[in-house]
Nanobody, 125 residues
Framework: QVQLVESGGGLVQPGGSLTLSCAAS????????IGWFRQAPGKEREGVSC????????YYADSVKGRFTISRDNAKNTVYLQMNSLKAEDTAVYYC??????????????????WGPGTQVTVSS
């Protein structure tokens, strides 16, 4: 059974940093496409970052490029999202998602099959 659990969210001041973790169980992350998404109140879920299975290439939404870093630790079966220089507009529930399509490289939520429950990130002074 595929399970994903995000952690690491919380309240942080503007300009601060947080690292989100997404622990996978019931399957091996090595062969799954991975993405991070977020959804703010009243807004649609948007893609933040994804990482390619084939060569580890990473992709980012323009809104987070240069501030966020996605990474994976296959030994720990965990994927991370390092978030720096956080802004108020980064406030949202953050989700990790995976799909068994190994060649998937997408920031579209509809392309991912399995989702975690999400973790709240609030950026406020």
């Amino acid at each position: 059974q595929v399970q994903l659990v995000e952690s690491g969210g919380g309240l942080v001041q503007p300009g601060g940093s947080l690292t989100l973790s997404c622990a996978a169980s019931g399957f091996t992350l090595d062969y799954y496409a991975i993405g991070w998404f977020r959804q703010a109140p009243g807004k649609e879920r948007e893609g933040v970052s994804c990482i390619s299975v084939s060569d580890g290439s990473t992709y980012y939404a323009d809104s987070v490029k240069g501030r966020f870093t996605i990474s994976r630790d296959n030994a720990k079966n965990t994927v991370y999202l390092q978030m720096n220089s956080l802004k108020a507009e980064d406030t949202a529930v953050y989700y990790c998602a995976v799909d068994p399509s190994q060649y998937l490289i997408s920031l579209m939520a509809r392309d991912y099959r399995f989702w975690g429950p999400g973790t709240q990130v609030t950026v406020s002074s």
